[in-house]
């Protein structure tokens, strides 16, 4: 059996995982990773649109929404490694996986590093997109059981917490549903803006003041 880290004889069949990747930039890296999760979300959304008679998107939404958040995960990180740098603070990747308190981290980096108002307000209208975004999703996921929880980020990874207690999803009475159109615009929109503020603040003010 052919192995699967093994060239095609067609390059256009074939991943480079380490032509996009540098070994010595792993703030950059960090940001291409995010790149690919966030369009490999885009891309499934895209390939339901297309054809759902199967209702393939029932099950496919939980890689989507999973990759989408590791990507806003990724970014935001990215960001706040990068104002550590320009900063001096001795940090580098701050939290886990709880992107709503990356997001706070964030907000407070750009306010102690940027001191002009409109660069302030610039950042402020391209970050809430994503904010309205997190705000929406711990709103779901810290009801377990109609009691307030900590963040439960693996919802879409696994059925159950580590205590056997189904997720949100499980055992609502109500549809729980995620417009797919709606999923593709809302999520080109942060990619949009997540990319160019991270790569902002790591080409445009760090690497170009080395």
């Known amino acids: ?88 603070n001795g940090q580098k990747i701050e939290g886990k996986h709880d992107i709503q308190q990356i997001l706070q981290t964030l907000k407070k980096r750009v306010l102690m590093f940027e001191s002009d108002k409109d660069k302030r307000k610039q950042f402020k209208d391209m970050i809430n997109g994503t904010e ?34 189904p997720y949100f999803y499980i055992n609502e009475f109500d549809n729980v549903v995620v417009d797919l159109e709606n999923f593709i615009v809302r999520f080109k929109e942060i990619r949009g803006n997540l990319h160019a503020i991270s790569t902002y603040y790591l080409f445009d003010i760090l690497e170009a003041g080395e």
């Open 1 to 88: 059996m052919k192995e699967v880290f093994s060239y095609n004889v067609d390059v256009n069949k074939t991943a480079y995982m380490n032509w996009q990747t540098s070994p010595h930039d792993h703030i950059y890296n960090m940001i291409v990773i995010a790149d690919g999760f966030m369009s490999s979300a885009i891309m499934l959304a895209s390939s339901a649109l297309e054809d759902n008679w199967d209702k393939k998107a029932d099950s496919i939404i939980f890689p989507m929404i999973f990759n989408a958040n590791h990507a806003i995960e990724l970014y935001l990180k990215a960001t706040v490694w990068t104002l550590n740098i320009l900063l001096k």
């Open 132 to 165: 309205l975004y997190i705000n929406e999703l711990f709103q779901k996921i810290k009801l377990q059981n109609g009691k307030r929880k900590k963040d439960n980020m693996d919802f879409s990874r696994y059925p159950l917490d580590e205590h056997y207690v």
